[in-house]
Each structure stands twice: as C-alpha cells, then as structure tokens.
C-alpha cells in the first residue's frame, strides 16, 4: 500500500465514522463545542502521526486511542472549568418546551472516572471487543475484563441478554 | 435497576450537530496543508542554506572576500518593512482579511525581491483557496469561515531583521500557522537554521532541551499541556532540521511550534527561548547567537 492509498483509507474512516467519534468525545465533555474541539484535534493527530499506523488492520484502535488520550487530556486540562449541568442551566433560562431529562444516563455513565467511562463506552455503546479495548486502553485482557464486572457491580446495571462482558 | 439497552439508546441519541461534517472535513484539509507547504519551504531553505555555507566558506577560505565585506556600507537603519498588500473579503458569515509584508532597503535586490515576491504569492494563493472554501461552503448550506494573515517584526537590529508572518483559519475553532524569515542585514543572506551550525548535533540538543522545558513547566502549572513522546502517540520528539526559529535583538535563538504541532489547540503558537549557553559549541560563530 502506498502512503498515499494509507493516508485516503485513514481520511474515509474519520469521515465515516464521524459520529460515532463525535459521540464518543461529547460523552466525556458533554457540550458541543469542546466535543467538536476534541475530534478536531484528534483528526490532526492522527494525520500528523500516520507512519506510526504500522498495519492498518490496527485503525480502528489506533483512532480511537487517540480520540480517548486526547479527550482525557482535555477533561484534565479542563478540570477547572465546570460546565453548566443543562438542567440547572434550564432553571434559568426560559422554559422552551418541557424536556424529559435522563436521569438514568446523567447518574450512570456521567459520574463514572474518565477510565471507566471509556470502558463502558467502548463496550457497550461503541461495541467493541476486549481485545480491542485491550489495545485502545494499552491494558491487557484480564485487566479490562474485571475492571467492566466492578464497574457494572458498583452502577447496578442490569445487563440484559444482547450484551457481555 | 438501569437497564444498559435504555443507556446504549441514550448514548445512541446524543444529537449530531450540522456543523460535524464540515469540521471533520476541514481538520483533514488542514492536516492535509502545511505538510505540502513545508517541503516547498524545505526547498526553498536548502537553496538559502547552500547560499548562506557558500557565504561562510568564502569568508573563511579568503581574506581578500572577508576583506571586502568589512568595506560594505553598514545598511541595517534604512532596511524598512511595510505593508504592501491587502486582501479582503467581508460577507455575513465570511470574512477574510490578508495583508503581506514588503522589505525596503536591502543591499541584495534580487533577495528582496525574491522575499517580497514570495510573501505576496503566498497570499493570492490563500486567499483563492478560501474563496474556494467558502464557494464549497455555501453549497453545501451555509456556515462560518474566516481567514486572516499578517506580520509582526520580531528583531530589528542594525544586524538582524526578524519577520514572523501568521494565518490564523477560523472554522469552529481556530487555528494558526507561523512562518519567520531571519536576514542578516548586513551580509544580505537569509540565515537558516542548519546554516547556523556546525553539524546535526544542533537537532538532539535543542529538542532534548525543549523536552525537558515542557516537562518543568508542565509540573510547574497545570494549565500547561504539551504532547509529549512517552505519553501521546503524536507526542514531541525532536524538532525538525528546518523548524521555525528567529533570533532575539539580545542574541537569543527561539525555537516556534504551530497550533497543534506540540501542544493542545489552546496553547496557540507555542515558541521556546534557548539558553546560548548549551548551543555554544554547536554554532559556526558567535555572531548572531551568544
């Protein structure tokens, strides 16, 4: 493969794949702004670092560790600076239409550490395999398998018959 | 009890913005850019960097030329930068606003020429790609972009002319990009880096010295981010032969980073003084530097 067939198959899977990427870095900031900021910044890495991408097999992990590394960076960066909760922001702006605020998704996922949100995110929601979060998280297997049981333990979710640790 | 269905469908719900696309494809366009940019600068810095060793090995291999340049006129006060050129574009949501700098005064015509020349093609070819830009923009539903360049002189000495010229892409975020000219006034040549020293031993120096800069002044403020190369994929590992530089009116070599190219977007340009004292040994002379 050429640099430049490697540089065209890496830019189609950051198009692709967008909104799975934008998802991913919003659950962490949870506002637009800095999520666009956070896939922005994670494209120009990526490109920027595209001969360190040795097999391409490896593409998907490889983006979304840096996608991972760069949204921890950002929320530690960022630790400082709260945003507004959008409900309490809601309590002072006027009301637009009544809107149904998912305590469920706020309590669970938000409160959990960068790590283990990452973790559940790429398990559950983003449907990888442990060995490829394995890869993402530079972990190994047990390590990430056990820690998934603790988290869901500790947030008592129900895990129904579609998924498993 | 939650249920991980009903959490998988939240996540699954997080609105995308209309903006995503553009921004994705954007941040591709200019991962994409500078690296094109820099190998014709690369081109253009090894015919400088010829120039400048031929310069310095005829100083050193004949007395009658080092003889000669003591007689040259001193030209560094009447050396002048200005602006000649102003591009401008000004609708709703688009906004451009390119100016190019222009140098007055130099003994060698031809270089000035060739620097003024290529500062204002430079903009012309900026400002077609952003109306291209905005062109493609509004095809695909309207949105905001804005361009702006300049200059700032950096050193002004009767030896020295430091010229740093930024574009800054506003789209969603923004982001910069810096190029710097350093002229010895005196002798008419435009100094680059490696023409600065003896060998390549300057590379490892210079960046084992930033490494460990960006690591006190991360411990020192945590405000402070730099990628570094244990700890991002991306991280900073060396500078390149040709990194952005210029030279201080008190002799200093400063060393510059675009947006993104060591640092967190919102650590902007990011540039580090070097200490003269750890270059000593590496430098041909002492002349600009010590």
Redo the contacts between chains.
């Keep these: 493969m050429t640099k430049k067939e490697k540089f065209e198959l890496v830019e189609n899977f950051i198009v692709e794949n967008r909104e799975a990427h934008y998802r991913l870095a919003y659950s962490y900031v949870r506002n637009k702004e800095n999520a666009l900021d956070i896939v922005q910044e994670s494209i120009f890495k990526a490109l920027k670092s595209i001969d360190r991408l040795e097999e391409i097999t490896y593409l998907k992990t490889w983006f979304y560790r840096i996608l991972v590394n760069t949204s921890i960076d950002f929320i530690r960066k960022h630790q400082r600076m709260t945003v507004m909760d959008d409900d309490i922001l809601s309590m002072h702006l006027p009301q637009a239409e009544d809107e149904i605020i998912d305590m469920d998704l706020h309590d669970a996922i938000d409160q959990l550490a960068p790590y283990d949100k990452t973790l559940i995110i790429l398990r559950f929601f983003e449907d990888l395999k442990i060995d490829e979060i394995a890869t993402v998280m530079n972990d190994n297997i047990n390590t990430i398998k056990s820690r998934l049981y603790r988290i869901l333990n500790k947030l008592r979710i129900k895990v129904g018959e579609d998924f498993k640790v | 009890?939650?249920?991980?269905?009903?959490?998988?469908k939240?996540?699954?719900e997080?609105e995308?913005?209309n903006?995503?696309?553009n921004?994705?494809?954007?941040?591709?366009r200019?991962?994409?850019a500078p690296q094109k940019k820099r190998s014709f600068l690369k081109q253009w810095s090894i015919g400088a960097a010829a120039a400048a060793a031929l310069f310095v090995g005829s100083i050193n291999v004949s007395s009658t030329f080092a003889q000669a340049m003591v007689n040259v006129p001193v030209l560094g006060s009447i050396v002048e930068v200005f602006t000649v050129q102003n591009l401008t574009l000004d609708e709703d949501t688009y906004q451009a606003d390119l100016s190019a700098p222009a140098i007055n005064g130099l003994e060698n015509e031809g270089l000035q020429t060739s620097l003024n020349k290529k500062y204002i093609e430079e903009n012309k070819e900026l400002y077609k790609q952003f109306e291209k830009e905005v062109e493609e923009m509004k095809k695909a539903g309207n949105g905001h972009m804005g361009i702006s360049t300049g200059y700032e002189v950096k050193t002004d000495t009767d030896q020295l002319l430091s010229i740093a010229r930024y574009v800054e892409n506003t789209i969603?975020?923004s982001s910069t990009t810096m190029k710097y000219d350093t002229i010895d006034k005196q002798k008419n040549i435009v100094i680059t880096l490696p023409s600065l020293f003896k060998d390549n031993a300057y590379i490892d120096v210079i960046s084992s010295y930033i490494a460990s800069e960006m690591k006190r002044q991360m411990a020192e403020d945590?405000?402070i981010?730099y990628?570094l190369a244990e700890e991002?994929?991306?991280g900073f590992e060396s500078i390149q032969p040709d990194q952005n530089f210029y030279i201080t009116a008190d002799h200093k070599l400063v060393i510059s980073f675009d947006d993104?190219e060591v640092a967190?977007?919102?650590m902007g340009v990011v540039t580090f003084e070097i200490p003269s004292s750890i270059l000593g040994n590496l430098l041909v002379s002492d002349t600009y530097i010590n």
């Design positions: 009890m939650k249920d991980m269905n009903k959490l998988k939240d996540y699954e997080i995308i913005p903006e995503l696309e921004v994705v494809k954007e941040s591709i200019q991962a994409k969603g975020s945590e405000e981010t990628f991002s994929e991306s993104y967190p977007g919102f």
